[in-house]
């Protein structure tokens, strides 16, 4: 019974590590840039959170809707700042120029906040489903996930805006000649992979504490993820969690916790030399 309760709790986690994961490969899906800014989004959606919640009182879950439109606006001045004037460049420019911005976060972070961990003090109690039980913060925020990953789905596949987010990436050139503004399209898809990063931050801070460098833990989770699913697939991004999660849960129940990450970066290369494309990914 102890595994299974285990592997539960990994599950419930894993639904908030493919939201992380779907900022990140969404926007590497459609602009083929790897943003090392991902996991100090991710810390800020955190300290979003704690600062609604201690300075205003505002409920967490509602605080998360605020912080994803922080997010969002965040990604795209991100965009039109950093990004853009490199978007054609190669890879290491984009790549240089996500992590300044990651460490412009993080040192204004640390100057702000220092590295003393905080927490956000939400108590639900907890949910028994037979021999399981497990936190009822950590079922609401696999509630969250899954409701984000459908509004997602339904955005991209069911919008006008989404149509053309699929058609720059598709083909960038293409998409402009049809009249698509593909210089707005792709500020605006950095901007929904900042909200997802910072989502999945807020929903992380409601069970874990945190610190201003905790980010970069989750954001080397993201690239697991992103790996197991399919890079620049954001439903293969929810499965890859669920993975991830799920082994996160077991493994303790067998080993020493400080093996988890080991044996997660051990998958990491076997699946880069086995199926290079993913899980979901498509073969080339």
């Given at each position: ?7 539960v ?138 409701l ?56 992380i801070?409601t ?37 991830l ?40």
């Amino acid at each position: 019974m102890d595994i299974l309760a285990f592997l539960v709790d990994g599950l419930l986690i894993g639904f908030v590590y493919g939201i992380a994961a779907m900022g990140l490969t969404l926007i590497w899906g459609v602009m083929n840039v790897i943003n090392l800014s991902h996991g100090a989004i991710i810390a800020l959606g955190m300290f979003g959170i704690y600062l609604l919640f201690s300075l205003f009182g505002v409920n967490p879950y509602i605080g998360v809707v605020l912080v994803a439109l922080a997010g969002l606006i965040t990604g795209m001045l991100i965009y039109a700042i950093a990004i853009h004037r490199v978007i054609d460049a190669p890879h290491l420019s984009t790549l240089l120029a996500t992590f300044a911005v990651n460490m412009i976060i993080i040192g204004l972070g640390t100057s702000a906040f220092s590295t003393s961990p905080r927490n956000v003090d939400v108590a639900l109690g907890s949910i028994e489903m037979g021999p399981v039980a497990f936190p009822a913060t950590r079922a609401v925020a696999a509630v969250a996930s899954v409701l984000v990953t459908g509004a997602l789905y339904y955005f991209l596949y069911r919008t006008t805006l989404g149509k053309y987010i699929r058609a720059v990436t598709d083909n960038r050139a293409a998409a402009e000649l049809m009249g698509i503004p593909s210089a707005r399209i792709l500020a605006l898809s950095f901007g929904l992979g900042t909200m997802l990063a910072a989502i999945a931050g807020g929903l992380i801070a409601t069970f874990f504490p945190f610190t201003i460098l905790s980010g970069a833990t989750y954001e080397l989770k993201s690239f697991v993820i992103c790996v197991l699913g399919g890079v620049g697939n954001p439903v293969g991004a929810l499965v890859g969690g669920l993975i991830l999660g799920s082994l996160e849960g077991v493994i303790p129940a067998f080993m020493p916790t400080s093996w988890v990450p080991v044996l997660e970066f051990i998958l990491f290369v076997v699946i880069l030399l086995v199926r290079p494309t993913g899980l979901l990914g498509r073969k080339k």
